[in-house]
């Protein structure tokens, strides 16, 4: 399966704020903003929305192709992402230009100030899909200059490419048209529980309008867990226990990447083809996905660079008590049927 991401490529300056940002917003005085927070660690880390969701699917045996820009600097960047698996041919080099770069500062509630320097993505427009030298399988279009979004989105529906739609914190730059032109053409949409509302406010299309009914839809709920929309079923997932409080930056992008996989593999999915309908299949196999994977991941801190183990996720899997009995065990069915390697491998390997 060929699948193509585009968005943001970007240094991530990750900083940990010792208390609540809420704590020093006062609501009367908004109008009146000024606020400076001293924090007590920052990090420099490899990221952007595209390689975050690239390199979580390299982890799982894939090919995963980019289009996106960077700039000058981006050299030790694309090597890194080469040497795991991440095709980059089709990134830009702006050359009078730094990559972008996102500073983000995050407290002990997990609460996020940030702010982001376009650099290259400013340029993002100057890639298209119909430069690529074959028809992707799948198009995930994810944050980025917000012109290169909609064209992408309107590349992918010219070309017939289906396409996941993330627009993220693009909501904010899109205008209503934009919004409604990407929600409307694609195959699945990803946002969180804030994002929906803002698409509601935007569009008019709330979460449950009819015109979702032959989409998949995913929306996060943070603490809450998630929420799947998808042949006319809804299903709630309830939150993984975490292993250990770290940071939340970039997990959004592996939840969404573990959703995306799932929509994709259900189809062929023999291993689920003793389930009821099609609906269970596809609901099942998600939550597999989501509640073992991520669990795993997370438990290695998210930095092992390797592929994950199967004893090691559906080990995790095993001890997430919230999921309904029937989820529960439909779930170590399918796990203990599933070869990792074999299973996912052969479906995305390019």
Not at 53 to 72: D, V
Not at 270 to 278: A, F, G, I, K, W
Not at 307 to 314: G, S
């Amino acid at each position: 399966m060929k699948i193509v991401i585009t968005g943001s490529i970007a240094y991530d300056y990750i900083m940990s704020f010792p208390g609540r940002f809420r704590d020093h917003i006062l609501p009367d005085k908004l109008d009146s903003l000024a606020l400076s927070f001293l924090v007590e660690s920052m990090t420099k880390q490899r990221g952007g929305v595209a390689p975050n969701i690239a390199y979580t699917l390299a982890l799982l045996g894939g090919r995963p192709a980019i289009l996106a820009t960077a700039g000058h600097d981006f050299g030790e960047y694309r090597d890194w992402l080469e040497a795991r698996g991440v095709d980059t041919a089709h990134v830009k080099i702006i050359p009078d230009l730094f990559t972008a770069s996102f500073f983000a500062g995050t407290d002990t509630v997990n609460g996020q100030i940030a702010l982001f320097y376009a650099g290259a993505m400013g340029r993002a427009s100057d890639v298209s899909f119909k430069d690529l030298p074959y028809q992707p399988d799948i198009a995930m279009i994810s944050p980025d200059d917000p012109a290169a979004m909609t064209k992408h989105v309107r590349d992918c529906i010219e070309l017939g490419i289906p396409y996941v739609y993330d627009v993220s914190w693009q909501l904010a730059r899109l205008s209503a048209d934009e919004v409604r032109e990407g929600v409307m053409g694609c195959r699945m949409l990803a946002v969180n529980d804030y994002e929906m509302s803002l698409i509601a406010d935007k569009t008019g299309l709330a979460e449950g309008h009819p015109v979702y009914d032959r989409k998949i839809v995913v929306v996060t709920r943070g603490e809450k867990g998630a929420t799947i929309y998808g042949c006319g079923h809804r299903h709630d997932i309830p939150p993984a226990p975490p292993y250990r409080i770290a940071d939340p930056t970039g997990i959004g992008d592996a939840f969404r990447l573990f959703a995306h996989l799932g929509v994709h593999r259900v189809g062929n999915a023999e291993v689920v083809e003793h389930l009821p309908d099609r609906a269970e299949r596809f609901f099942g196999f998600v939550a597999v996905v989501i509640q073992a994977v991520l669990a795993a991941h997370e438990a290695s801190d998210v930095l092992v660079e390797r592929p994950l183990d199967v004893q090691q996720v559906y080990l995790h899997c095993r001890i997430v008590p919230e999921l309904p009995d029937d989820m529960l065990h439909r779930e170590l069915a399918i796990a203990g049927a599933i070869d990792w390697k074999e299973y996912f491998g052969h479906g995305i390997a390019s």
